[in-house]
């Protein structure tokens, strides 16, 4: 196909009267007739619809065309649709062109039917030039691992795996703790007032009984490579049972999955702040429902309560932990319900309840709690008097002056941080964190449960911090999307990816370097230019086909499939730009 002479035909949608209306159809596919290369054009009323699309695929047969450009509309929406006209009609889908004269000239231009009507010539002049030196590509066919491994047996990961069990395939759960469950385990109610103990139970249960499920507990995936459909994972297991594990000397083993999902979940940062650690009157707020929840006689017996938010970490990003206010409304209520004479002082800077929990802050309110908001001025300060008595100082707005109260207990809004080994397990997986350390997904609206590697999907609180129910939706949610692998006959590979000409390659590193996503890397096993050590490989399963390293490489080494420098450089601009 690559070294038959090109015979171009030309498909001009009129679309009447989106395109038609605007962009004169007739001139433009004159104008195609004289273009090198064409051998037929045709104009269609709505080329996508059957009608159209069994003209071009007759004119295909009749006219022996060998390259198709089709004049209408935004390939992200039709491309598929013709390239698949393309396949049936026996040619290769990249031997197809589209030129967007709806987009890019009717609409813009609908006040200039002339100006479009030129624009749109010069558009279907590039796509015939594009088209004339197309070639065709051949993608690689791959028949997907049947197996999802999930990292992390909290909320999010169990509801993960399960989701893909019951859909029929295999998972293995891996957990660094000895038991599942994660933070959930230390969570005995919500504001809702349901019991999370019951879901934890459940959740644990159906897993560990699911015959689809294998549960690789006190374990840590120590290596993971390979690519969407088919990567091999070591994990270790620690040889000895404990409460922290010791991964040192543990036994591994290898497991290949077709996909993977990240859900090593968050927790509490319990830094040395507010005097936390040294005056045991100082708790977070997984401590104090503990303590509301196992001792609660010890709250019947208090006279004041003060709530610290929004507690920084020092020298660490700032950002918002989104779960703590919706918790210390929970735990206020908790204190007043135990016990409604004890005074609850909340110190905050915003209180963020999100959504229908704005409704126990204005309980909260209504049951005498008070609000006492600061500011980065005024920053509360704690301390010891020399009574013994524990002492916060605060600046208080309305009253512009200084406050100095002496609770009983005073219980802090800690960041929620990643959990321990995320920055480890980043590098091995090769994904990238956000600025507050959490794994960042690949698109904040287009692919939130994605990560920038393909089959690699993220949820719950490794993401960021999320209730319950929002880890178990999030959970859901990068399930479905696994699926989406799993459930494929087969997985294809390449299309327009890098592709490097070993023979040119420098070695200077720069497509290393420029990649976003980190896919080329030096082979030594290779032979680069002149015979030297070392060449840059791109693996086309891994690479998306942006065309930074293509547009970068200095030695010309690299070529983006389907947009070769002479099919981008190598049509000069219309006259009617340049004159
Ligand atoms: S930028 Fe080009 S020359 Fe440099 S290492 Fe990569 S492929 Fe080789
Ligand atoms: S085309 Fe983009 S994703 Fe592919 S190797 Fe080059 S820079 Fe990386």
Same mark, same amino acid.
Request: hydrophobic residues 40%.
């Given at each position: 196909?690559?070294?038959?002479?090109?015979?171009?035909?030309?498909?001009?949608?009129?679309?009447?009267?989106?395109?038609?209306?605007?962009?004169?159809?007739?001139?433009?596919?004159?104008?195609?007739?004289?273009?090198?290369?064409?051998?037929?054009?045709?104009?269609?009323?709505?080329?996508?619809?059957?009608?159209?699309?069994?003209?071009?695929?007759?004119?295909?047969?009749?006219?022996?065309?060998?390259?198709?450009?089709?004049?209408?509309?935004?390939?992200?929406?039709?491309?598929?649709?013709?390239?698949?006209?393309?396949?049936?009609?026996?040619?290769?889908?990249?031997?197809?062109?589209?030129?967007?004269?709806?987009?890019?000239?009717?609409?813009?231009?609908?006040?200039?039917?002339?100006?479009?009507?030129?624009?749109?010539?010069? #558009?279907?002049?590039?796509?015939?030039?594009?088209?004339?030196?197309?070639?065709?590509?051949?993608?690689?066919? #791959?028949?997907?691992?049947?197996?999802?491994?999930?990292?992390?047996?909290?909320?999010?990961?169990?509801?993960?795996?399960?989701?893909?069990?019951?859909?029929?395939?295999?998972?293995?759960?891996?957990?660094?703790?000895?038991? #599942?469950?994660?933070? #959930?385990?230390?969570?005995?109610?919500?504001?809702?007032?349901?019991?999370?103990?019951?879901?934890?139970?459940?959740?644990?249960?159906?897993?560990?009984?699911?015959?689809?499920?294998?549960?690789?507990?006190?374990?840590?995936?120590?290596?993971?490579?390979?690519?969407?459909?088919?990567?091999?994972?070591?994990?270790?297991?620690?040889?000895?049972?404990?409460?922290?594990?010791?991964?040192?000397?543990?036994?591994?083993?290898?497991?290949?999955?077709?996909?993977?999902?990240?859900?090593?979940?968050?927790?509490?940062?319990?830094?040395?702040?507010?005097?936390?650690?040294?005056?045991?009157?100082?708790?977070?707020?997984?401590?104090?429902?503990?303590?509301?929840?196992?001792?609660?006689?010890?709250?019947?017996?208090?006279?004041?309560?003060?709530?610290?938010?929004?507690?920084?970490?020092?020298?660490?990003?700032?950002?918002?932990?989104?779960?703590?206010?919706?918790?210390?409304?929970?735990?206020?209520?908790?204190?007043?319900?135990?016990?409604?004479?004890?005074?609850?002082?909340?110190?905050?800077?915003?209180?963020?309840?999100?959504?229908?929990?704005?409704?126990?802050?204005?309980?909260?309110?209504?049951?005498?709690?008070?609000?006492?908001?600061?500011?980065?001025?005024?920053?509360?300060?704690?301390?010891?008097?020399?009574?013994?008595?524990?002492?916060?100082?605060?600046?208080?707005?309305?009253?512009?002056?200084?406050?100095?109260?002496?609770?009983?207990?005073?219980?802090?809004?800690?960041?929620?941080?990643?959990?321990?080994?995320?920055?480890?397990?980043?590098?091995?997986?090769?994904?990238?964190?956000?600025?507050?350390?959490?794994?960042?997904?690949?698109?904040?609206?287009?692919?939130?449960?994605?990560?920038?590697?393909?089959?690699?999907?993220?949820?719950?609180?490794?993401?960021?911090?999320?209730?319950?129910?929002?880890?178990?939706?999030?959970?859901?949610?990068?399930?479905?999307?696994?699926?989406?692998?799993?459930?494929?006959?087969?997985?294809?590979?390449?299309?327009?990816?890098?592709?490097?000409?070993?023979?040119?390659?420098?070695?200077?590193?720069?497509?290393?370097?420029?990649?976003?996503?980190?896919?080329?890397?030096?082979?030594?096993?290779?032979?680069?230019?002149?015979?030297?050590?070392?060449?840059?490989?791109?693996?086309?399963?891994?690479?998306?086909?942006?065309?930074?390293?293509?547009?970068?490489?200095?030695?010309?080494?690299?070529?983006?499939?389907?947009?070769?420098?002479?099919?981008?450089?190598?049509?000069?601009?219309?006259?009617?730009?340049?004159?």
């Amino acid at each position: 196909m690559a070294e038959e002479k090109p015979r171009v035909g030309v498909f001009v949608c009129r679309c009447y009267p989106t395109i038609a209306a605007v962009v004169d159809t007739d001139a433009l596919a004159d104008f195609a007739a004289d273009l090198p290369g064409v051998v037929h054009v045709e104009t269609t009323d709505y080329a996508c619809l059957d009608e159209g699309r069994e003209q071009i695929q007759r004119a295909i047969g009749e006219h022996g065309l060998n390259r198709v450009v089709v004049a209408a509309c935004s390939h992200r929406t039709h491309e598929s649709l013709f390239q698949r006209l393309m396949r049936q009609a026996g040619l290769n889908p990249y031997l197809l062109e589209m030129a967007n004269i709806r987009e890019h000239c009717a609409w813009p231009h609908v006040n200039d039917p002339t100006g479009a009507t030129r624009a749109a010539k010069e #558009l279907v002049r590039l796509a015939v030039g594009r088209a004339r030196l197309a070639e065709p590509v051949h993608k690689q066919i #791959l028949e997907p691992v049947r197996r999802a491994l999930v990292i992390g047996g909290g909320v999010s990961g169990m509801t993960a795996a399960l989701n893909i069990a019951d859909a029929g395939y295999d998972v293995t759960l891996v957990e660094r703790e000895p038991g #599942l469950g994660g933070n #959930l385990q230390h969570v005995y109610y919500v504001a809702e007032g349901d019991n999370p103990q019951r879901l934890l139970r459940d959740l644990t249960n159906r897993v560990m009984g699911h015959r689809r499920i294998g549960v690789l507990t006190r374990s840590e995936v120590i290596a993971h490579e390979g690519h969407v459909g088919a990567f091999r994972s070591t994990i270790r297991t620690a040889p000895t049972p404990g409460p922290s594990p010791d991964f040192r000397g543990g036994e591994a083993v290898e497991v290949e999955h077709g996909v993977t999902i990240i859900a090593t979940g968050g927790r509490e940062w319990r830094g040395d702040v507010y005097l936390l650690g040294g005056d045991e009157r100082v708790l977070t707020s997984l401590d104090l429902e503990e303590i509301i929840t196992h001792r609660p006689e010890q709250i019947v017996g208090l006279k004041e309560v003060v709530f610290i938010q929004c507690v920084r970490r020092p020298g660490a990003v700032e950002y918002c932990s989104r779960i703590c206010c919706t918790n210390t409304m929970k735990n206020a209520i908790r204190i007043k319900l135990l016990n409604p004479g004890c005074q609850v002082i909340v110190l905050y800077r915003d209180i963020i309840t999100y959504g229908f929990r704005e409704r126990f802050y204005t309980d909260a309110r209504e049951r005498g709690i008070i609000f006492v908001r600061y500011d980065e001025a005024h920053m509360p300060q704690v301390q010891v008097d020399s009574d013994g008595r524990l002492e916060v100082v605060a600046w208080e707005p309305s009253l512009r002056q200084e406050i100095v109260l002496h609770p009983d207990l005073l219980s802090l809004s800690m960041p929620l941080e990643p959990s321990p080994g995320t920055e480890r397990l980043a590098r091995i997986l090769d994904v990238p964190l956000s600025s507050e350390g959490f794994f960042m997904e690949a698109h904040l609206k287009m692919r939130p449960m994605d990560m920038a590697r393909e089959g690699i999907f993220l949820c719950g609180m490794a993401h960021y911090p999320r209730f319950i129910e929002e880890c178990i939706a999030s959970a859901q949610a990068a399930a479905g999307r696994a699926l989406t692998i799993l459930s494929q006959p087969r997985l294809y590979f390449g299309g327009s990816v890098s592709v490097v000409d070993q023979s040119k390659c420098v070695g200077c590193l720069t497509c290393v370097r420029v990649c976003p996503f980190g896919i080329p890397r030096i082979q030594y096993s290779d032979t680069g230019v002149g015979g030297i050590n070392g060449a840059a490989y791109i693996d086309a399963a891994f690479c998306t086909g942006c065309g930074t390293c293509s547009a970068e490489c200095p030695a010309k080494a690299i070529q983006l499939v389907a947009y070769r420098d002479e099919q981008i450089m190598g049509m000069p601009l219309g006259s009617w730009v340049t004159g």
